[in-house]
């Protein structure tokens, strides 16, 4: 016991900085990494941003608001439109799958 007591007054300061040390690292190295994060997620927040607003920007061709003339020609307005929204939906899962591999 009295070796340890010995040990630790003769050799405590330096194992005490040591160890400071060794925590400023530890956190230097935390803050790359946090910063490195930020980095990328501000990157992916643009890339998003552009897109919406590629997206949002473009004039889709409105039809015309006038009655169908018939139940067939509704339906095949329908029909446009499900191809459309489809359509969006698969180049929106491609770029997100651009972005996030």
Same mark, same amino acid.
């Given at each position: 016991m009295q070796y340890v007591t010995d040990f630790m007054?003769?050799?405590g300061t330096i194992l005490l900085l040591g160890a400071l040390a060794a925590l400023n690292i530890i956190? $230097?190295?935390i803050g790359v990494a946090v910063h490195r994060f930020n980095r990328r997620m501000d990157t992916i927040q643009k890339k998003i941003e552009h897109y919406l607003c $590629?997206? !949002?920007?473009e004039e889709e061709p409105e039809m015309?608001?006038?009655e169908p003339v018939s139940v067939q020609e509704q339906q095949m307005r329908e029909v446009i439109r499900q191809?459309? !929204?489809q359509q969006e939906e698969a180049v929106f899962d491609a770029v997100l799958?651009?972005?996030f591999p």
């Amino acid at each position: 016991m009295q070796y340890v007591t010995d040990f630790m007054q003769t050799y405590g300061t330096i194992l005490l900085l040591g160890a400071l040390a060794a925590l400023n690292i530890i956190g $230097v190295c935390i803050g790359v990494a946090v910063h490195r994060f930020n980095r990328r997620m501000d990157t992916i927040q643009k890339k998003i941003e552009h897109y919406l607003c $590629v997206v !949002l920007a473009e004039e889709e061709p409105e039809m015309p608001e006038s009655e169908p003339v018939s139940v067939q020609e509704q339906q095949m307005r329908e029909v446009i439109r499900q191809k459309r !929204l489809q359509q969006e939906e698969a180049v929106f899962d491609a770029v997100l799958q651009e972005i996030f591999p």
